[in-house]
């Protein structure tokens, strides 16, 4: 693609909340991924899209740009309907691992391309790694293959698929940009409709421990990617999950494969069931493979589009018949389904700070303390530890006594300890009452 803009006038132009001539959009992502826009030129432009956002159209184009930027994958073989499920990040955010081979089960692909976590939400990969020999590289034509014999993957996105993206994320996460509605709304859609899936549920975090603290940015966002993925006729739905407390029991690497696994064979806290339960059902309506799936479990009419028959995943995965699936995928990519997981070699516990109810336990806490005491990286290059994290022995809503053990800080290194707890300072709230139950589950956003 021929220089036909001067770089230094686009940032001025969107510097002074101008849009920018579509065929300029084309160009600017095109000559920054292939080095011909420096990265200073580059985090001068995303500051001002902080600022002054992008119109609608510019924003189908950024993400066309970046979608154009590598290869899509096409799924149309596989023989059956296609869906994945994409979360904006959470503490304890382990649904993928139950959903991807409970949405199997009931008879639907998913073809899941994650990343690795960054900060303080984990990544699915980083889970995943920590079951002995799972590998997260699939080249396309096995990950193909274990679609449509599976119907279940998750694995890492090949260097191929959206590298604007690659680049433009690394930029961002050291600049400040990150936070920006169409930004991010452009780089999670602009993978997901690469990965050619033909629906896609966006899982939308909101509150503490979420990118999105506030239900009206986490709607605007909802609302942006729901458009594009409509634009780019991949049928789109976007659920609101609340995000103030962090999901489950656990947060950390293999504690986290060890709930998913306990949750598949039909166990498992009633939020992580709850929202994964929710999620379920809007994919499989979402890939055509049976009627709505009530919320009262009655068993969906099988369908022609999809070769199992469809059951309500409640009953699914309270019956653990999602389970198998799980070794199933686990087994195609290396993993030993039946191996211990590691552990952490030292435990140390807290005290609840007072006796009554858990009303509250602040989930970017968690997710720091997790995070420090090694489950996460800062920079993309660091190694994560499969065995550190925080479990809390206690739901929101129980009682907990003062004195009494609630949550234990596992890791192999005891030197990580003093940050971890500094980061859980103030993180617990006990009440004399019950907390108010607070729905885990929002607003529906569809084209
Ligand atoms: N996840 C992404 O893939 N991109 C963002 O910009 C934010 C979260």
């Given at each position: 693609?021929?220089?036909?803009?001067?770089?230094?006038?686009?940032?001025?132009?969107?510097?002074?909340?101008?849009?920018?001539?579509?065929?300029?959009?084309?160009?600017?992502?095109?000559?920054?991924?292939?080095?011909?826009?420096?990265?200073?030129?580059?985090?001068?432009?995303?500051?001002?899209?902080?600022?002054?956002?992008?119109?609608?159209?510019?924003?189908?184009?950024?993400?066309?740009?970046?979608?154009?930027?590598?290869?899509?994958?096409?799924?149309?073989?596989?023989?059956?309907?296609t869906v994945d499920?994409?979360?904006?990040?959470?503490?304890?955010?382990?649904?993928?691992?139950?959903?991807?081979?409970?949405?199997?089960?009931?008879?639907?692909?998913?073809p899941?391309?994650?990343?690795?976590?960054?900060?303080?939400?984990?990544?699915?990969?980083?889970?995943?790694?920590?079951?002995?020999?799972?590998?997260?590289?699939?080249?396309?034509?096995?990950?193909?293959?274990?679609?449509?014999?599976?119907?279940?993957?998750?694995?890492?996105?090949?260097?191929?698929?959206?590298?604007?993206?690659?680049?433009?994320?690394?930029?961002?996460?050291?600049?400040?940009?990150?936070?920006?509605?169409?930004?991010?709304?452009?780089?999670?859609?602009?993978?997901?409709?690469?990965e050619g899936t033909s629906a896609l549920?966006?899982?939308?975090?909101?509150?503490?421990?979420?990118?999105?603290?506030?239900?009206?940015?986490?709607?605007?966002?909802?609302?942006?990617?729901?458009?594009?993925?409509?634009?780019?006729?991949?049928?789109?739905?976007?659920?609101?999950?609340?995000?103030?407390?962090?999901?489950?029991?656990?947060?950390?690497?293999?504690?986290?494969?060890?709930?998913?696994?306990?949750?598949?064979?039909?166990?498992?806290?009633?939020?992580?069931?709850?929202?994964?339960?929710?999620?379920?059902?809007?994919?499989?309506?979402?890939?055509?493979?049976?009627?709505?799936?009530?919320?009262?479990?009655?068993?969906?009419?099988?369908?022609?589009?999809?070769?199992?028959?469809?059951?309500?995943?409640?009953?699914?995965?309270?019956?653990?018949?999602?389970?198998?699936?799980?070794?199933?995928?686990?087994?195609?990519?290396?993993?030993?389904?039946?191996?211990?997981?590691?552990?952490?070699?030292?435990?140390?516990?807290?005290?609840?700070?007072?006796?009554?109810?858990?009303?509250?336990?602040?989930?970017?806490?968690?997710?720091?303390?997790?995070?420090?005491?090694?489950?996460?990286?800062?920079?993309?290059?660091?190694?994560?530890?499969?065995?550190?994290?925080?479990?809390?022995?206690?739901?929101?809503?129980?009682?907990?006594?003062?004195?009494?053990?609630?949550?234990?800080?596992?890791?192999?290194?005891?030197?990580?300890?003093?940050?971890?707890?500094?980061?859980?300072?103030?993180?617990?709230?006990?009440?004399?009452?019950?907390?108010?139950?607070?729905?885990?589950?929002?607003?529906?956003?569809?084209?």
């Amino acid at each position: 693609m021929s220089a036909d803009f001067d770089v230094v006038d686009l940032i001025r132009a969107k510097r002074d909340g101008r849009s920018l001539p579509l065929a300029a959009v084309d160009w600017l992502v095109d000559a920054y991924t292939h080095g011909r826009v420096a990265d200073e030129q580059m985090s001068a432009y995303l500051m001002a899209v902080v600022w002054r956002g992008m119109s609608p159209p510019e924003l189908d184009r950024w993400t066309a740009a970046m979608i154009a930027s590598g290869e899509r994958l096409d799924l149309a073989g596989v023989g059956r309907p296609t869906v994945d499920k994409h979360s904006t990040g959470g503490v304890g955010d382990k649904v993928s691992l139950v959903l991807v081979p409970l949405v199997a089960a009931c008879g639907v692909a998913v073809p899941q391309l994650s990343g690795r976590g960054l900060g303080h939400t984990g990544g699915t990969l980083d889970k995943m790694e920590s079951i002995p020999g799972w590998r997260a590289d699939l080249p396309v034509e096995r990950m193909r293959r274990q679609l449509a014999e599976v119907g279940a993957v998750i694995c890492a996105a090949g260097a191929g698929l959206a590298p604007a993206d690659r680049r433009l994320y690394a930029l961002r996460d050291v600049t400040g940009t990150v936070e920006s509605i169409p930004l991010i709304a452009s780089s999670i859609m602009s993978k997901k409709i690469a990965e050619g899936t033909s629906a896609l549920v966006l899982d939308v975090k909101v509150g503490s421990g979420a990118f999105m603290t506030s239900l009206d940015d986490a709607r605007e966002l909802a609302r942006t990617m729901v458009g594009l993925g409509a634009a780019a006729g991949v049928r789109t739905e976007a659920v609101l999950t609340r995000m103030d407390h962090p999901l489950g029991r656990t947060a950390g690497n293999a504690l986290e494969v060890a709930e998913a696994v306990d949750t598949l064979r039909g166990g498992g806290p009633r939020d992580l069931v709850e929202v994964t339960v929710a999620l379920a059902r809007v994919m499989i309506q979402l890939a055509g493979a049976g009627r709505a799936v009530g919320a009262g479990g009655a068993p969906a009419a099988p369908d022609a589009g999809g070769p199992r028959a469809v059951r309500d995943p409640a009953e699914v995965l309270a019956a653990g018949d999602a389970y198998p699936v799980w070794r199933e995928m686990v087994a195609a990519q290396g993993g030993d389904p039946d191996a211990v997981l590691p552990r952490a070699t030292h435990i140390e516990t807290v005290p609840a700070p007072a006796s009554g109810y858990l009303a509250h336990l602040d989930a970017r806490a968690v997710g720091i303390a997790a995070w420090r005491l090694g489950a996460g990286r800062a920079r993309k290059e660091d190694a994560v530890s499969a065995t550190a994290g925080v479990r809390w022995r206690a739901g929101i809503g129980d009682r907990v006594t003062a004195g009494e053990p609630l949550l234990e800080m596992h890791t192999d290194d005891p030197t990580t300890l003093g940050r971890a707890l500094a980061a859980l300072a103030g993180a617990v709230t006990v009440t004399p009452q019950p907390p108010p139950p607070t729905p885990l589950v929002g607003d529906h956003i569809r084209a």
